[in-house]
Protein backbone atom coordinates (compact mmCIF):
# COMPACT_ATOMS: atom_id res chain seq x y z
CA UNK A 1 0.00 0.00 0.00
CA UNK A 2 1.57 3.66 -1.13
CA UNK A 3 1.76 6.42 1.26
CA UNK A 4 -1.50 9.05 -0.32
CA UNK A 5 1.00 11.92 -2.18
CA UNK A 6 -0.08 15.11 -0.08
CA UNK A 7 1.65 12.79 2.88
CA UNK A 8 4.64 12.08 0.49
CA UNK A 9 5.17 15.87 -0.50
CA UNK A 10 4.65 16.77 3.05
CA UNK A 11 7.10 14.36 4.27
CA UNK A 12 9.24 15.60 0.97
CA UNK A 13 8.99 18.98 2.03
CA UNK A 14 9.80 18.46 5.77
CA UNK A 15 12.56 16.22 4.70
CA UNK A 16 14.79 18.85 2.80
CA UNK A 17 14.65 20.80 5.97
CA UNK A 18 15.77 17.88 7.95
CA UNK A 19 18.38 16.85 5.71
CA UNK A 20 19.91 20.30 5.79
CA UNK A 21 19.99 20.37 9.40
CA UNK A 22 21.57 16.61 9.46
CA UNK A 23 24.80 18.31 10.82
CA UNK A 24 23.87 22.07 10.99
CA UNK A 25 25.32 22.29 14.74
CA UNK A 26 28.31 20.40 13.83
CA UNK A 27 27.96 17.30 14.99
CA UNK A 28 27.51 13.78 13.95
CA UNK A 29 24.54 12.90 12.60
CA UNK A 30 25.15 8.91 12.59
CA UNK A 31 25.87 7.19 8.96
CA UNK A 32 23.83 8.27 5.82
CA UNK A 33 21.34 5.40 5.84
CA UNK A 34 19.73 6.71 8.71
CA UNK A 35 19.57 10.10 7.93
CA UNK A 36 17.84 8.85 5.09
CA UNK A 37 15.18 6.72 6.91
CA UNK A 38 14.37 9.42 9.08
CA UNK A 39 14.00 12.65 6.26
CA UNK A 40 12.88 9.96 3.34
CA UNK A 41 15.77 11.76 1.80
CA UNK A 42 16.67 9.61 -1.24
CA UNK A 43 19.60 9.64 -4.08
CA UNK A 44 16.62 12.09 -6.10
CA UNK A 45 16.41 14.53 -3.73
CA UNK A 46 20.28 14.53 -2.90
CA UNK A 47 21.04 14.46 -6.77
CA UNK A 48 20.24 18.71 -6.50
CA UNK A 49 23.30 18.84 -4.42
CA UNK A 50 25.39 16.34 -5.07
CA UNK A 51 29.18 16.63 -3.87
CA UNK A 52 28.11 19.12 -1.50
CA UNK A 53 28.41 19.04 2.20
CA UNK A 54 25.10 19.13 5.07
CA UNK A 55 26.68 22.68 6.13
CA UNK A 56 27.50 23.86 2.42
CA UNK A 57 23.96 23.27 1.43
CA UNK A 58 22.41 24.96 4.82
CA UNK A 59 24.79 27.85 4.03
CA UNK A 60 23.22 28.09 0.38
CA UNK A 61 19.68 28.13 1.88
CA UNK A 62 20.20 30.84 4.21
CA UNK A 63 21.66 32.96 1.21
CA UNK A 64 19.09 32.12 -0.65
CA UNK A 65 16.28 33.04 1.99
CA UNK A 66 18.43 36.29 3.15
CA UNK A 67 18.52 35.15 6.74
CA UNK A 68 20.15 36.94 9.78
CA UNK A 69 22.90 35.46 11.80
CA UNK A 70 20.15 35.42 14.31
CA UNK A 71 17.87 33.98 12.63
CA UNK A 72 20.33 31.20 10.75
CA UNK A 73 21.28 30.23 14.88
CA UNK A 74 17.88 29.71 15.54
CA UNK A 75 17.09 27.61 13.22
CA UNK A 76 20.02 25.48 13.32
CA UNK A 77 18.68 25.05 17.03
CA UNK A 78 15.17 23.81 16.03
CA UNK A 79 16.14 21.88 13.22
CA UNK A 80 19.50 19.60 15.20
CA UNK A 81 16.57 19.52 18.16
CA UNK A 82 14.30 17.73 15.82
CA UNK A 83 16.42 16.12 13.82
CA UNK A 84 17.97 14.40 16.86
CA UNK A 85 13.90 12.93 18.06
CA UNK A 86 13.60 11.68 14.25
CA UNK A 87 16.73 9.80 14.43
CA UNK A 88 15.46 8.68 17.54
CA UNK A 89 12.18 7.04 16.02
CA UNK A 90 13.97 5.91 13.38
CA UNK A 91 16.58 3.99 15.94
CA UNK A 92 13.65 2.22 17.53
CA UNK A 93 11.67 1.39 14.24
CA UNK A 94 15.15 -0.47 13.38
CA UNK A 95 15.48 -1.71 16.64
CA UNK A 96 11.71 -3.53 16.25
CA UNK A 97 12.20 -4.59 12.65
CA UNK A 98 15.82 -6.33 13.77
CA UNK A 99 13.96 -7.76 16.55
CA UNK A 100 11.25 -9.25 14.30
CA UNK A 101 13.25 -10.68 11.70
CA UNK A 102 15.09 -12.57 14.52
CA UNK A 103 12.21 -14.89 14.63
CA UNK A 104 11.14 -17.55 11.87
CA UNK A 105 7.19 -17.10 10.73
CA UNK A 106 6.65 -20.16 12.77
CA UNK A 107 7.76 -19.06 15.44
CA UNK A 108 5.14 -18.71 18.59
CA UNK A 109 6.08 -14.98 18.85
CA UNK A 110 6.10 -14.09 15.77
CA UNK A 111 2.20 -12.94 15.19
CA UNK A 112 2.97 -10.59 18.86
CA UNK A 113 6.38 -9.57 17.28
CA UNK A 114 4.03 -8.89 14.22
CA UNK A 115 1.57 -6.85 15.72
CA UNK A 116 4.20 -4.95 18.13
CA UNK A 117 6.29 -3.62 15.13
CA UNK A 118 3.30 -3.27 13.00
CA UNK A 119 1.46 -0.96 16.50
CA UNK A 120 4.90 0.90 16.68
CA UNK A 121 5.05 2.06 12.44
CA UNK A 122 1.61 3.52 13.04
CA UNK A 123 2.85 5.36 16.36
CA UNK A 124 5.69 5.79 15.05
CA UNK A 125 4.51 7.79 11.35
CA UNK A 126 2.19 9.60 13.65
CA UNK A 127 4.85 10.97 15.63
CA UNK A 128 6.87 12.23 12.76
CA UNK A 129 4.16 13.88 10.94
CA UNK A 130 3.54 15.79 14.13
CA UNK A 131 6.92 16.47 14.61
CA UNK A 132 7.50 17.90 11.55
CA UNK A 133 4.40 20.21 12.00
CA UNK A 134 5.27 21.47 15.32
CA UNK A 135 9.03 22.13 13.44
CA UNK A 136 7.80 23.47 10.60
CA UNK A 137 5.66 25.84 12.75
CA UNK A 138 8.60 26.91 14.67
CA UNK A 139 10.76 27.56 11.38
CA UNK A 140 8.34 29.74 10.17
CA UNK A 141 8.37 32.04 13.36
CA UNK A 142 12.07 32.41 12.69
CA UNK A 143 10.79 34.38 9.11
CA UNK A 144 9.70 37.18 7.80
CA UNK A 145 6.75 37.32 5.72
CA UNK A 146 9.28 37.80 2.41
CA UNK A 147 11.30 35.25 3.51
CA UNK A 148 8.09 32.38 4.17
CA UNK A 149 7.16 33.76 0.60
CA UNK A 150 10.51 32.73 -0.61
CA UNK A 151 10.85 29.38 0.99
CA UNK A 152 7.27 28.64 -0.37
CA UNK A 153 8.38 29.22 -3.55
CA UNK A 154 11.24 26.58 -3.29
CA UNK A 155 9.33 24.26 -2.07
CA UNK A 156 6.90 24.32 -4.60
CA UNK A 157 9.64 24.19 -7.02
CA UNK A 158 11.32 21.19 -5.09
CA UNK A 159 7.27 19.74 -5.33
CA UNK A 160 7.25 20.39 -9.28
CA UNK A 161 10.52 18.52 -9.88
CA UNK A 162 9.12 15.96 -7.66
CA UNK A 163 6.04 15.24 -9.54
CA UNK A 164 7.59 16.03 -13.14
CA UNK A 165 10.67 12.94 -11.73
CA UNK A 166 7.21 10.26 -10.85
CA UNK A 167 5.54 11.20 -14.23
CA UNK A 168 8.47 10.32 -15.42
CA UNK A 169 8.98 7.34 -13.67
CA UNK A 170 5.91 6.40 -14.18
CA UNK A 171 5.66 7.01 -17.84
CA UNK A 172 8.65 4.72 -18.22
CA UNK A 173 7.20 1.92 -16.12
CA UNK A 174 3.99 2.29 -17.99
CA UNK A 175 6.09 1.61 -21.31
CA UNK A 176 7.88 -1.30 -19.90
CA UNK A 177 10.90 0.28 -19.29
CA UNK A 178 11.55 -1.02 -16.24
CA UNK A 179 10.40 -5.28 -17.44
CA UNK A 180 13.52 -6.60 -17.44
CA UNK A 181 13.68 -11.08 -17.84
CA UNK A 182 14.25 -12.78 -14.30
CA UNK A 183 17.85 -13.63 -15.51
CA UNK A 184 18.72 -10.25 -15.34
CA UNK A 185 18.17 -10.25 -11.59
CA UNK A 186 19.15 -13.13 -10.67
CA UNK A 187 22.39 -13.08 -12.95
Do not use: W
Request: with cysteine.
Amino acid sequence: MRAPRSIVLLLFGASTLVLLAGNAGGETAGDDSEMDQVSGASACTRGEHEGQSPEAMMSQFFDELGLTSQQQTDIQIITSDYAERLRDLARLARQSAEALLTLAPDDPAYRTKTDEASALAATNAAEVVILLAEMRGKLYAVLTAEQRQALQDKLAEQRRQFEEKHQQYQQQRDDGAHDRPLEEFIG
